[in-house]
Every structure is written in C-alpha cells, then in structure tokens.
C-alpha cells in the first residue's frame, strides 16, 4: 500500500462566506408566517471556523441549510466566493444533524458518496479508508448503517461530508450523539483535518466548550426580546491558537459569558456565590 | 498491506465470533435461525398440504360424501393422467402460462414505467394519476365485452386483459412508494451532488425495491385471476376453459384438478419473483 496521502484527491481551497440580511419565515399552519430568521448579517474569513451557539429551535439549522443552497432565505443572499449560492450549492458539504445515511449501503460506500465527483476509483478507495480510519469506523467499513450505534453513525456521517474536501464545511452538531470522550477525540479529528486542508467551517453546536475549543469565532444566535426571528446576538472572538487549553481561566471567563448570553444560570456570581473555588484543597 | 489485510482478518473474526456467541447465549437469537433452516422451511411449508391431502383421501374413501361431489385424489390423478395421454393436460398449462407471463411481463413494464412518471415527476402526477385513477375505478372484467368485440375471442384481448390486471398494482405501489421515498435521503442525495437518474439510480430506486417486488407479486397473483376470468368467459384451451368445460359437463375431478394445478403454477411462479427478490436484495447488499 502506498502512504496514505496526507492531501485528498482534489484540494479545493477554502472560500469565504457572506450573509448579507439573511432572513426566513415558514408559513404556519394557520396561513400567516412565522418569522425564524430576521437580518443575519455574517462574514466568514476563508478558513475561518466559526461556532454557531444558540438555544433549540431559533434557526441554526435554517442557518446553515441556507448556506449549503438547501433551503433559500426569504429575504437577503448568502454569497460564498462572492458567487451567491446556487440550489445544493456543491462548494459546500453537509453533515446533517442526523445521520442521513443511505440504509442500504455499508458505512464505506456511504462516506464514498461524499467524494467529489471525478474522483479516481483507487483514490476514492484509499480517501474513504484514511477517514474511516480517522474517524475509528474501520473495522465497520461493511456494515450496513442499522448494524452501527448512533454515535458511529453520526461519525460516518462526519467523515462523508469530510470526504468531499468542500471550499465550504457545514456541520450541524455533528458531535451530538457522541459520548463525552469521543466527542474530544472528534473535536480533535476536526482541527487536524482543518489543520491539514484549512477549509471554511461553519459549526452548529449545543456546547459552549465545544465551540470554544474549535471556533475562531463564536456567533450567538437567538431572538432578542418579544420581536419574532433570532439574529445574531453577540458574536464572541476566541483568544489564542488552537489547540487551546480546554482549562484556561480565559475560556473559563468566556464560557461564563457565553451561558450568560444563551440565558443559562451559571450557578455562581449570578446568585451572589463566590466564583472562586469552592473545592477543597487535599487532604479532604 | 500484510498487516493490514491481517487486521482486518483478525476483526473479522472476532466480529464473526461475537455473533456466535450471542446466538450461543440468547435463545432467542437461536430459535429463528432453527426455523430458517433450508430443510425445515421446505417440510414445514409441506406438512398443511400433506395433511390435507391425508384427510382428503379419508374423507373421499368412507364415502361420508358422495363422489359426485368430492372425487377421490385417485380419480383426480386418473383424470390428470387421461388428459395427458390425449395430449390436452400439457397444451392448456402451457396456453394458460404464456397468457399470464405475455400479460403480466406488459402490464408490469407499462406499470413500471407510469409509476416512475407518476411518482418522480410532478407534472406526470398532474397530467396522468387522475385519468389513471379513474381507468383504474373501472372494475377490470367491464373491459371484457369491449375487448373481445375489438380484438375477437383470440390471445390479444385475454392478454390485454391479463395485462390491465397486472399493471395496476404495479403502477399503484410504484407511484406511490416513490413519492414517499424519505426525503431527507434525497436531500442528502442532492446535498452530495446527486441529481436525475444518478440520484434514482443511488437513492430512489433502491429505497422503493422492496415494494417494487411485492407489487409484482401482487400483480402476478393478478395475472392468474384474470386469466381464469378471460378463459372462463370465452376460450377453447387453458386452465379456465378446463374449468368451465368440466363445469358444464359435470367432471368434478377436472374441477379439482384445475384448482390444483392453477394453485401449483401460481405457486411456481410466484417463487420465480421470490427468486428476484433474494438477487435483488443481495445485489444492494
Ligand atoms: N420546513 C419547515 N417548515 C416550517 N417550519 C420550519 C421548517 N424548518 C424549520 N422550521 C422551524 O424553524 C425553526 C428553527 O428550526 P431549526 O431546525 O433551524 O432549529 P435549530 O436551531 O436547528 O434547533 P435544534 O438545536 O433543536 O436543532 C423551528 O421553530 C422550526 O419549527
Ligand atoms: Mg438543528
């Protein structure tokens, strides 16, 4: 076997992406509209990795639906390349926030969907093992999508939208079904991955430390006050080079801020505790 | 590529070996794998129809019913064995056989093809499935008189019938299983650069094979039921005239020979699409 090649198939560089005003109302089931998404503006550097934090149900996934040209805003334009998206825009890759396989393919010929196409059959092959190893899916390689746990699934899942090498990565909490340890080592996968082939990322997660150790940039989505649609609320640049200490007082003190910022109590200052530590120092 | 092939034979095999001893463990797990066997299933499958057979014979030797209307199983293989000599039992299995088949192989393709329509395209929806409907509302034996004056008594309008009886199934469960295809698999499909018979061809179609072949199914047993339709109406050879001929003249063991023959060919020929059906789906394995 040749050396696992460090560079896929096809290097696609990275792209920046921009939304101008990005808005999306649904219609609801009395007739009327309901406003998800109101006035979203967003640059993303080429490269950039940014983290999109937001409570349940206020539009990431609408967010980043839009962005991949699944779904089209109701009022504004994403540009990526300053080239406005196009329906299934193929700059970018998805990795839904469900798994989305095909049941009756193996995990390999899964995540070999995700190859660009034109890709070489022998490169196709060599790629799908190396992400599969990467993603530690290896051993599974032939086994249907049913016969896998939800967590291996969401990681096959992760390693076919990485096969595509997109200008643009889009995941939506894609280590959402992964226990705690796992979902380190994934956290980790994903920066070598954009360490190796600096790709745009845009990254919906539920996890504050998530989006700390990963982003560049935090974007807080939410509706601010009694006005329907959630924008962005604050948008939060994260200091320091990755990969950062996951125990930093820096990122302690942001964190606090983050909570703060999606509405969550943080069980300390906000009730006039002390936020020093209250552990005690050993012997117990 | 050594060690690699090595790893993989050795996760191979404590992947095989776990499975073992899960079925060793779980007696759950055990008892369908018993009743998988190839020998089980075909005895098993066996065992109604043998005791039938017992019983009829029984039945028919006390003379509890007279003969005229339950005929020994003796009288039915004697009356199998004289058509047979005078060369009939062969023809009418054979005429009856090819009616189905022509009939059904038309009307599964032209099913097959107006589901695709119907189920892929929306504006085939629109312009086809109400006229489609209505066709099919149509209780298919009216057709029989307009057929037979248009086409005459010959093959054409018995395999045209058989073939209305074939497509609609088909047509229905095509359309219908396509439209219902998941569709975030076929966003997902799109998402990856998939688009007109690539995406059918990756997602579409093996999500619908399943129903696929169980409208076939469904349309073969079709076939059958209107052939014994077309024949009992208006023929001269085949199952169904058998039957109507024997009616007429009383033969009640041709009766139940033609029964038997017609619940074996279906049968048969059912476990042709069964033979499908297992290509099929070790084809998407
Ligand atoms: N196709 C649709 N039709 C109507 N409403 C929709 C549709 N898709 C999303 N919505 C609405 O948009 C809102 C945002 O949905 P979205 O899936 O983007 O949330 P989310 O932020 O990703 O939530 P979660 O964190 O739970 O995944 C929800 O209230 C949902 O009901
Ligand atoms: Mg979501």
């Not at chain 1, 839904?96 to 059959?121: C, D, H, M």
């Amino acid at each position: 076997m040749t050396t696992a090649p460090a560079a896929p198939a096809t290097a696609a560089p990275a792209a920046p992406v921009a939304l101008r005003g990005v808005g999306r109302a649904f219609t609801a089931p009395d007739g009327g509209t309901r406003d998800v998404l109101r006035g979203v503006d967003l640059d993303v550097e080429a490269g950039e990795i940014v983290a999109i934090l937001g409570p349940s149900g206020c539009g990431k996934s609408t967010l980043l639906r839009i962005v991949a040209g699944l779904d089209h805003p109701t009022s504004g334009g994403v540009a990526i390349d300053e080239a406005p998206v196009r329906p299934y825009d193929v700059r970018c890759a998805v990795g839904f926030q469900e798994p989305r396989l095909l049941p009756w393919r193996s995990i390999e010929k899964n995540v070999a969907l995700g190859l660009p196409r034109g890709t070489a059959r022998r490169d196709g092959r060599a790629q799908v093992a190396r992400l599969l190893e990467l993603v530690g899916l290896a051993e599974f390689a032939g086994h249907r999508p049913h016969e896998v746990s939800g967590g291996m699934a969401q990681r096959a899942s992760l390693a076919r939208a990485l096969a595509r090498n997109p200008e643009v990565l889009l995941l939506d909490e894609p280590f959402g079904a992964l226990d705690a340890l796992t979902r380190l080592k994934m956290q980790d996968l994903l920066l070598d991955v954009h360490a190796a082939e600096p790709t745009t990322v845009l990254l919906v997660t539920h996890d504050v430390d998530e989006a700390l150790q990963l982003a560049d940039r935090i974007v807080l989505l939410g509706s601010d006050g009694d006005a329907p649609g959630a924008g962005i609320r604050q948008t939060v640049v994260v200091p320091g080079h990755r990969p950062r200490d996951r125990g930093s007082a820096e990122l302690a003190e942001l964190r606090g801020r983050l909570l703060d910022g999606l509405g969550i109590d943080r069980h300390g200052a906000a009730r006039g505790i002390q936020a020093t530590t209250t552990i005690p120092h050993y012997p117990y | 590529m050594t060690t690699d092939a090595a790893s993989r034979t050795i996760a191979r095999r404590e992947r095989a070996s776990a499975a073992a001893s899960v079925a060793d463990r779980g007696p759950a797990r055990e008892r369908p794998r018993f009743t998988s066997r190839r020998w089980f299933r075909i005895v098993g499958g066996a065992l109604i129809p043998l005791a039938l057979l017992a019983a009829w014979q029984v039945v028919s030797t006390s003379g509890a019913v007279p003969v005229s209307q339950l005929p020994s199983p003796e009288m039915v293989w004697l009356a199998a064995v004289d058509l047979a000599e005078r060369g009939l039992l062969g023809l009418y299995v054979a005429i009856s056989t090819q009616r189905v088949f022509i009939g059904f192989a038309f009307g599964a393709l032209f099913g097959l093809l107006a589901g695709a329509v119907v189920g892929l395209s929306r504006l085939g929806d629109v312009l086809l499935s109400p006229t489609l409907g209505a066709v099919r509302a149509v209780p298919s034996l009216a057709w029989v008189p307009l057929l037979i004056l248009w086409f005459g008594i010959g093959e054409d309008s018995k395999v045209i019938l058989i073939s209305i009886g074939a497509f609609f199934p088909v047509y229905t469960i095509v359309a219908s299983s396509l439209r219902h295809v998941d569709t975030r698999l076929l966003e997902a499909g799109r998402a990856f650069g998939l688009r007109g018979a690539t995406l059918f061809a990756t997602v579409q179609l093996p999500a619908v094979v399943p129903s696929v072949i169980a409208a076939l199914r469904l349309a073969l047993a079709q076939a059958w039921l209107f052939l014994v339709a077309a024949e009992l109406i208006a023929s001269s050879m085949g199952l169904g005239f058998l039957l109507s001929d024997s009616g007429n003249s009383g033969r009640i063991d041709r009766i139940f020979l033609a029964i038997i023959l017609l619940a074996v060919l279906g049968k048969l020929s059912d476990a042709l699409v069964g033979l499908l059906e297992r290509w099929a789906v070790r084809r998407s394995a």
